[in-house]
């Protein structure tokens, strides 16, 4: 059985989108680690997609800012619906396929594109 990586918690960060399957988080490292790829957006029939990714945004810059930070525990999923353009690599020697990764949040491109997750509260 392969070791099961470390993996930082960010303690107080939202679990996911409240009412719906959406997770922010996960609850313990797994020994294959998600690879952070940029993974295409599409229209969705499913408007909780949109509001996850949405919430999403709002959570990592109350929580971390402009201020980079590492991957942890925050799901890999949701961060490969954002990486490449609302979340970039902020170290030259990226690892996408680790919990220690540094991130950070491309803010004038987040803005842009999820203005509601930077309002006060995000209608769902």
């Known amino acids: 059985m392969a070791k099961t990586p470390e993996m930082p918690k960010h303690r107080g960060f939202p679990a996911g989108l409240l009412g719906t399957q959406w997770q922010f988080t996960l609850r313990r490292a797994n020994s294959k680690v998600t690879k952070l790829v940029p993974m295409p957006r599409h229209r969705t029939m499913d408007q909780t997609v949109a509001l996850a990714d949405t919430g999403f945004v709002q959570a990592i810059w109350q929580y971390f800012g402009a201020e980079p930070f590492e991957r942890g525990n925050l799901d890999g999923e949701r ?46």
């Open 79 to 124: 961060l490969c619906r954002l990486f490449g353009r609302e979340i970039l690599a902020a170290e030259r020697a990226f690892d996408p396929a680790s919990y220690t990764a540094k991130l950070k949040i491309n803010e004038a491109l987040a803005r842009k594109n999820f203005p509601q997750a930077f309002e006060d509260k995000v209608e769902v």
